[in-house]
């Protein structure tokens, strides 16, 4: 399959090129009909390639939008009433969903194959959910109870919408009662949980990073004859990555969506994984030299980033 997808990019790059230098040609009707005859192969192998990256599923995405607005307005609904009113409108629902994302369904040796399907299903989401953000978690708990969102009641479609919309865009500040619920059973039904335990001290320690103003970066001594950094040795000492997937949510736009486009970020949540390698950053051995910063996103994300900031061709291999 690499081997293929390798041609298809270099065929892709080809007709880039070409591209460019059919603009200024004049065509003979023999010529026509022959590129006729090319398009409509083209088109095919354009339908086989949509297929298989799921883009032509987007009807079906569209529709699935158009069919969840009434839970997803239903759940605005509860979510700005435990807000406005400070208190949490239903502690039982509240505690059965946080038990069932971070425990999951007790499962038997007498399970039916349907149940244990069911229970598969379950466990998928509830590792879909663990990727939210704190408030995220916190608002499909409030909004959604456990009987509304398993498979023989809500499509996959629905949920994946429904997941996609519940993540807040800014913080919230939930009544007290939210997390004196979670605190009760970290150390209660749910103690050695490490996502809950994470889940309560990431809301008792709001995250600051998206607060720094410039008085909080620290003054550095002014170099008088700077050195190029094109021209220096680099050497790497460090490489950190896998933030939480959450992380991305933070990225702001265009970037966010970039990355949420990438190959690597869609595999990574296929299979539910809680961190991603989608940013990483580089550390040289002189401390002197500058911190790479990378992020992964989707091919054709990475030449609208370029044209959004101008970014010019520098070189080739």
Same mark, same amino acid.
């Given at each position: 399959?690499?081997?293929?997808i390798?041609q298809l ?7 880039g090129a070409l ?13 026509l009909?022959?590129?006729e ?6 088109k095919? *192998? @354009?339908?086989?390639?949509? #297929?298989k990256?799921? %883009?032509?599923?987007r ?5 699935a939008?158009?069919?969840s607005e009434p839970?997803?307005l239903?759940?605005?609904s *509860? @979510?700005a009433?435990?807000? #406005?009113?400070g208190? %949490?409108r ?9 038990k ?5 369904s007790?499962?038997?040796e007498f399970?039916?194959?349907?149940t ?7 466990q998928?989401?509830c ?5 939210l953000?704190p408030?995220?978690i ?5 909004a959604?109870p ?5 498979p023989?009641?809500m499509p996959?479609?629905?949920?994946d919408?429904l ?5 807040p865009r800014?913080r919230?500040?939930w009544?007290?009662?939210v997390?004196?619920?979670?605190s ?5 039904e749910?103690q050695?949980c490490?996502?809950?335990e994470?889940l ?5 320690n709001?995250s ?9 970066m620290p003054?550095?001594a002014?170099?008088?004859a700077?050195?190029?950094p094109d ?9 950190f ?6 992380m991305v949510m933070?990225?702001?736009q ?5 990355v949420?486009?990438?190959a690597?970020?869609k595999?990574?949540?296929?299979h ?8 990483a950053t580089?550390?040289?051995?002189d ?5 790479s910063?990378?992020?992964?996103v ?6 609208r980033l370029?044209?959004?900031y ?5 070189l080739?291999?």
């Amino acid at each position: 399959m690499a081997a293929i997808i390798n041609q298809l990019s270099s065929i892709a790059r080809d007709l880039g090129a070409l591209n460019l230098a059919m603009r200024d040609i004049s065509l003979s009707g023999t010529d026509l009909q022959t590129l006729e005859e090319i398009a409509a192969n083209l088109k095919d *192998i @354009i339908v086989v390639i949509e #297929s298989k990256t799921g %883009l032509r599923k987007r009807p079906w995405m569209e529709q699935a939008w158009k069919d969840s607005e009434p839970h997803r307005l239903k759940a605005q609904s *509860i @979510i700005a009433t435990v807000l #406005s009113g400070g208190r %949490l409108r239903n502690p039982a629902v509240f505690r059965r969903n946080m038990k069932l994302i971070y425990r999951g369904s007790p499962q038997s040796e007498f399970d039916s194959k349907d149940t244990k399907w069911r229970r598969s299903v379950v466990q998928k989401r509830c590792s879909r959910i663990q990727q939210l953000s704190p408030d995220g978690i916190v608002s499909w708990a409030i909004a959604y109870p456990p009987t509304t969102w398993g498979p023989c009641f809500m499509p996959n479609e629905i949920f994946d919408c429904l997941v996609e919309d519940i993540e807040p865009r800014d913080r919230k500040n939930w009544p007290d009662a939210v997390c004196q619920t979670l605190s009760r059973l970290k150390d209660g039904e749910l103690q050695g949980c490490y996502g809950l335990e994470q889940l309560v001290h990431d809301l008792e320690n709001p995250s600051q990073q998206n607060e720094f103003t410039d008085h909080d970066m620290p003054v550095q001594a002014v170099q008088t004859a700077p050195r190029n950094p094109d021209d220096e040795n680099r050497v790497m000492k460090h490489m950190f990555t896998n933030a939480p997937s959450t992380m991305v949510m933070q990225l702001p736009q265009p970037f966010r969506a970039a990355v949420q486009n990438s190959a690597l970020w869609k595999w990574e949540r296929s299979h539910g994984y809680g961190t991603t390698a989608c940013v990483a950053t580089l550390f040289p051995k002189d401390e002197t030299q500058d911190v790479s910063f990378t992020i992964w996103v989707g091919h054709n994300d990475g030449y609208r980033l370029n044209d959004i900031y101008g970014v010019k061709h520098a070189l080739s291999s």
